[in-house]
């Protein structure tokens, strides 16, 4: 075997849960590896790490100060720098849905989510376009084995406030944030390793700048929804606060923009579909709505 063959370096496909790759924006610097170029987090192995997933998970903290709960091998990929040198790298995948710009980025310019149709249209080496569709190619598989047995769900958490005059809350989606730009939506996010609960109270003090107990909070509307072949389902689970304290405020300004009262027989035309579908069944007394399943 020679050294090409043996893994020294150690990169990850980090991939959300909309199937979009997170990207490392290299410095443009001459002499370094893949100057200017959208490239995978990782780095050469030291004397101290044990393992290529030990450098792995290093070189994410050190450089994003990001941890991974899991990171499964993929492949060895053989590159070719600018230089001609060809190094073989041990390649990880884990799953991520944050947000990059909260990261504590230490090397480079910055980390954005890219969806692969997006990919060519970037400055990237072939062979990283070509390892993310070799990626894309397996999950795609693994979706279609899936889809004839169990299927793991998307959870998301939804915060639904009706203030004294009866009027709904919802935020103006930043126009260049990864779900839903330009329309109103409820406050919400994913639950992480969390109770559904927990999570929408989380939500709420980190997104608005609002306190609420978990007593006070009840389920009053899930919508089931499917997003078409190959996309994975998704639970939206809603729950309206019966109290709370504080006024709704922007904390996270680079999702939403605005947070504003609404009529629920007045919404805008820009409210995202299954957020104006659980509004309508909420005021309707339903408790369970289904969306996009044939």
Known sequence: MSDTEVPWNASVLIVNDAGEYLLHLRDHIPGIWEPGAWSLLGGGRTPGDRSLEE?????????AGLDLPVLEPFQVEHATGADGLTVSIQVFAGRWNGDPDALRLTEGVMLRWFAPEIMPRLRMSPSTLDLVRRHVAQRSGAQATTDRGTVPNVIGVHLYLENEHGAVLLGLRHPDCAYAGRTW???????????????????????????????DVELVHVVHMSNGPGRQPRMQMIFRARSWEGEPEVREPDKCLAWRWWDPRD??????????????????GRLYTEMGWV
């Open 55 to 63: 450098t792995a998970r290093r070189e994410l903290m050190e450089e």
């Open 185 to 215: 939506h409820f406050l919400a996010g994913h639950c992480e390793r969390e109770s559904a609960i927990t999570g929408v109270v989380r939500e709420a003090r980190e997104e608005g700048g609002l306190l609420i107990r978990p007593e």
């Open 267 to 284: 919404l805008p035309d820009n409210v995202v579909p299954y957020t104006r579908t659980a509004i309508e069944g909420i005021r309707a």
